[in-house]
């Protein structure tokens, strides 16, 4: 069901870079909501601002111009520790690479976030063995990032990132390397999770198979968010 408030909202956000004494625009006073429980695509060529939006939307950069509201709360003025908070509380990152900490287990990885923000070690791991269990690598815990395949790590990847409860979850090309049938089970994996917790997802990804199984799909053209059919 969609809320009346979106969980992310991007407000007439603008984005430049300087290339060769130049200003790049990026973004131009885009506009994008997006709700609890929704899968939204990004599609767009490479180069267009997939990932600078991505950025934006979570926090890791500041636009140029316009805001980021996250739960209608707007991030403009907030001083870096109140960004990095709200960031790790409310936001889940999946990349094209998992990222993985290649000296800890898949159990660990997914246990450290949560105790970063505070959890205590046997409530984390709790957590962390329910949602390894609920993508189906509840065996492979014990595991190193170099003793699983490709798809596990990514799954553990989305684990990771939905470990603290976020209310939203940015995913950049999370199966972009990975073989076709790899990457509808990651991506099934994905959409699973969604629907399961209720949170937001915004995916950018080049498979346009993967973006018809999303509620949304968008673009980016001449530096505005469009809707796309």
Not at 115 to 121: D, H, Q, S
Not at 162 to 183: F, H, R, S
Not at 205 to 217: F, I, K, Y
């Amino acid at each position: 069901m969609i809320m009346t408030a979106p969980v992310l909202h991007l407000h007439k956000v603008e984005r430049r870079f300087q290339e060769a004494g130049a200003p790049l625009e990026i973004l131009r006073g885009a506009d994008f909501s997006l709700w609890a429980g929704q899968s939204v695509a990004l599609i767009a060529p490479s180069g267009a601002g997939k990932s600078t939006l991505l950025h934006i939307a979570g926090l890791l950069e500041r636009p140029d111009g316009g805001d980021v509201l996250i739960d209608g709360r707007p991030t403009r003025k907030m001083n870096d520790a109140m960004r990095t908070a709200l960031r790790r509380n409310n936001i889940g990152f999946v990349y094209q690479f998992h990222h993985l900490l290649p000296e800890f287990t898949a159990l660990e990885n997914i246990m450290l976030p949560q105790m970063i923000r505070g959890l205590r070690r046997n409530e984390a791991r709790e957590r962390a063995e329910q949602l390894l269990d609920y993508l189906g690598l509840k065996a492979r815990g014990g595991h190193r990032p170099a003793q699983l395949s490709g798809g596990e790590q990514q799954r553990v990847a989305i684990a990771r990132a939905v470990a603290n409860g976020p209310g939203v979850l940015l995913a950049d090309e999370p199966t972009g390397n990975l073989d076709p049938k790899t990457a509808d089970h990651v991506f099934s994996a994905l959409t699973t999770i969604v629907q399961a917790t209720g949170l937001a997802a915004l995916i950018a990804t080049h498979n346009m198979e993967l973006a018809a199984r999303m509620d949304r799909r968008v673009t980016l053209r001449g530096g505005l968010v469009v809707e796309l059919p």
